[in-house]
Nanobody, 119 residues
Framework: QVQLVESGGGSVQAGGSLRLSCAAS?????MGWFRQAPGKEREGVAQ???????TYGDSVKGRFTISKDNAKNTLYLQMNSLKSEDTAMYYC????????????????WGQGTQVTVSS
C-alpha cells in the first residue's frame, strides 16, 4: 500500500509560480502528477521513474519540472509561467510497475490539491 498526501496548491496570478509536494509512504517505482479541470478528463502532467527519467505532457513542457527527493520519499512539481488554463485539481499518483503518463497506469492516488491561476 502506498499513501500519498499533496500540499502546496493555492491561488496565483498568471505568470506566477507554485511548487506542489507529495509525501509518500511505502515503495513506488514511479510517481506522477495529474490534473483535472471541471468538465474535463484527468490528464497527465509529468511522471518520474525510479531511475530519474521523466516524461511531461505537451502543455507543460518547458514550464513545469518534476523531481523527487528519495531520502524524504517526496515528489515535487515546480510550476512556472502559470497560465489560466493550468487551473485544475492536481493529483499525485504512484505505482509499482511500469508507469506511462496516463491515469489508468496508476493504482495509488492522493486526495488532490487545488491550483487556481487568475489572468
Amino acid at each position: 500500500q502506498v499513501q500519498l498526501v499533496e500540499s502546496g496548491g493555492g491561488s496565483v496570478q498568471a505568470g506566477g509560480s507554485l511548487r506542489l509536494s507529495c509525501a509518500a509512504s511505502g515503495y513506488a517505482s514511479c510517481m506522477g502528477w495529474f490534473r483535472q479541470a471541471p468538465g474535463k478528463e484527468r490528464e497527465g502532467v509529468a511522471q518520474i521513474d525510479r531511475d530519474g527519467s521523466t516524461t511531461y505532457g505537451d502543455s507543460v513542457k518547458g514550464r513545469f519540472t518534476i523531481s523527487k527527493d528519495n531520502a524524504k520519499n517526496t515528489l515535487y512539481l515546480q510550476m512556472n509561467s502559470l497560465k489560466s488554463e493550468d487551473t485544475a485539481m492536481y493529483y499525485c499518483a504512484a505505482d509499482r510497475g511500469w508507469c506511462p503518463l496516463r491515469p489508468s497506469a496508476y493504482n495509488y492516488w492522493g486526495q488532490g490539491t487545488q491550483v487556481t491561476v487568475s489572468s
